[in-house]
Every structure is written in C-alpha cells, then in structure tokens.
C-alpha cells in the first residue's frame, strides 16, 4: 500500500518544490533608500529656534560663554567669574541659584522646561 504514501507526499514535494524555487530566485530587491534620508539637515535639532544655548543654559542672546562680545561687556561691568571664565551672574557653578532664573525665562517663552546643559 505504498501509493497511498506517494500520493500524499506528492503534494507536499511539490510545495516544498515551490518555495525552495521561490527563494532561489534571490533578486536583489533592497535598492539604497539611504538617499531619501539625507534630505533632513539637522542643523538646530537642540534648540526650537536657537533662541537658548543649551549648553550654557541662557538665552543665546545673553550667553557670555557663546558670545566674546557680549564676554568683553560682562568683563567691563565686572560680571565676570574668573574661575570658572564665563560672566559671574551666569556662573551656575558658584551660583547653582541662578539658574532657576534663566530656566524660568525659558519656562515662560515654552511652557515646558529647558533641556538639560550639556556640561
Ligand atoms: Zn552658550
Ligand atoms: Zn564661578
């Protein structure tokens, strides 16, 4: 009674035929796309609108540690901590208060907090 066995392997071969024939045919179908992803420059992806240093913690427009200009107005005035090399009334180091001011400047102009100064 063997046929009865052939017959219903036969199916079954038959199939395993197919995909092994499917896979084979082994087109190179992933093209490059990378080319799509170029587009975005991410120029100002820290900021919304380069409004706030981020890595200081001030509005840009203030930043003595950003700015040499605005670092030489600091020196005149005598706002300048020469420790830490940056205007004392921005120096979170020996002024960690200080902070909360320019923070709630930000908090005030996008209602949510600032991201956190990268040093
Ligand atoms: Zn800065
Ligand atoms: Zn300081």
């Not at 084979?24 to 820290?46: M, Y």
């Amino acid at each position: 009674m063997n046929w009865k066995h052939g017959l219903m392997l036969l199916p079954l071969l038959a199939a395993a035929y197919m995909v092994g024939c499917g896979q084979t045919a082994n087109e190179p179908t992933q093209t490059t796309q990378e080319a799509a992803h170029t587009e975005s420059s991410e120029s100002n992806t820290h900021t919304h609108d380069g409004w706030w240093c981020v890595e200081h913690g001030v509005p840009e427009e203030q930043c003595g540690q950003c700015s040499a200009k605005l670092a030489a107005e600091f020196q005149k005035k005598g706002d300048w901590c020469k420790e830490h090399d940056r205007p004392e009334s921005q120096c979170f180091i020996c002024h960690p208060e200080l902070a909360t001011k320019f923070t709630a400047l930000y908090e005030a102009k996008y209602g949510e907090q600032p991201p956190k100064p990268t040093e």
